[in-house]
């Protein structure tokens, strides 16, 4: 039996006497499920001082946006492998009053990318795409969360970058977490030394318990606290990326930099079993994939089939298969694909026809002569805040793999993403091994590339119920997809949800990932003999989710035990 720590009994006890108390409680063999509950507000990250730096400033009467931005901020000095200001990610936002708003802060292809870019001798070149400095995109974060606060924040901008500058300045110690993940990234930095000088002691890993001082990054952080965005699009931060990349065959530019821009989109949104789902629009795939599988299933009683029954999971399947092939030939950025038939897809009318063609005792094929499975990490980032007054924030972010394309900005501090891995490899390139070359996604100047990041909020009849996402990459929407599902339909609470086993299915390669010990074998035989290919992976997703249960006016947090998180309200 596993033994965890006491959670359940802390709501309404605040501060360091909470702190003491319950590292003082007996530990629990009971009670494991339920969720962490708090009265007034909640942040749930995957790191503990960032979820803490959300909490104060909830605490200091911050509002929902202004506690993900100061989370966000935390994060890019606490959790590097994923946490950014050299990234990108979207934010939903749903005002407990008023029309909820998206931002996308997606990265952007330099002016100077091609369709063809990633190519070398007329050969595809997977390093080129992925792991160089033609990978970087131009980031988006601080323009992305400058942009939400200064439409909805209260507190001032400085106060929320400054617990993470005070981070990076004085440091903070290094937790077994995160020793093991530099551990295992430091010899894929060894090409670039601002990297190996910012995330080593003095070339050796890090061991538990040493303090990470991150000087450059104080000061990078110091510069966008005084002139927002400013600090990072022009000026000294700009100079010294815009460096790097020409000595080192980049090719962002400081007109790149200055022209980036986030985009105020309307959220994609839909229903599901009357509950509203609102979620973010292309340039994510994640919202509309998750809608579309949400109105085929809507067509089935899944309750009666019952959680994690071959038949449920028959279904899940095949509603997957379907979006993610959707998914792989109509998306990209709507700013360069100007019809994409995003009504349509959404349509419960649409999900009607896809019903027909599932058949409940066969998996269908999905066609193997267009693309397979490109590999993606698990490196992301989502955090979920809901404040006093009962605004939510879901926001995920990310800089593509772990530590992004590894590159730190040498005399700014921070990593540089490798998102432009995130774009078709180059045009008509689809092979079994995982290249896509469809068109609606190839690069091009100023576009943003796919993605599946999917930030979400479901209410019902105007209120709130939940704020939830994930890391993961594709994978992201399923789990996004089956968490819900576990609340809807089967009745568990947000831990329970969380905890739940889950699946990923992208129409090709025609398998299901699994997670260990999540189906029984006679589940498996009987998902075997209806034709499903299985595959047993580790885990999947690093949920951070909040439901509010409107019964006792409470928040609900589950922290997701795959990876690090942390829950922590008052
Ligand atoms: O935007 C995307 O879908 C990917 N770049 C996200 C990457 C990711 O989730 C990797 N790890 N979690």
Redesign the pocket.
Known sequence: MTIRKQRAFTCGIVGAAAVAWVALAPTPLVGSTRPIRARQAMVVSQDPLASRVGDQVLRDGGNAVDAAVATAFALAVTYPT?GNIGGGGFLVYRPAVGDAVAYDF?ETAPAAATSTMFMRGGEYDRRVHHNSHLAVGVPGTVAGLHQAWSEHGSLSWERLVEPAMTLAREGFVVRDSLARSLAAVLPRMVDYPASVAQFSNQGQPYRVGETLRQPDLARTLSRVALQGPAGVYTGETAELLAAEMAANGGIMTQADLAGYRAVRRAPMTGTYRGYDIISMPPV?S?GLALIQMLNVLEGYDLAASGSGSAATIHLIIEAMRRAFADRAQNLGDPAFNTSMPIDQLISKDYAAELRLTIDSDRASVSSPDSFSWPV??????HLSVVDGARNAVSLTY?L???YGSKITVPGAGFLLNN?M??FNAAPGLTTQTGLIGTGPNLAEPGKR?????TPTIVAREGQLVMVTGS????T?INTVLMTILNVVDFGMNIQEAVDAPRLHHQWLPDETRYERWGLSPDTLALLGRRGHRMAEIGVQGAVSAILYNAEDDMLEAAEDRRRTSSAIGF
């Open positions: 994923a997606r994510s994640g993606e990490s698990e490196e992301t980032t990310t593509e793999q772990g998102e891995g995130d590339m796919l993605s599946s990041m890391p993961g990459g594709r992201i």
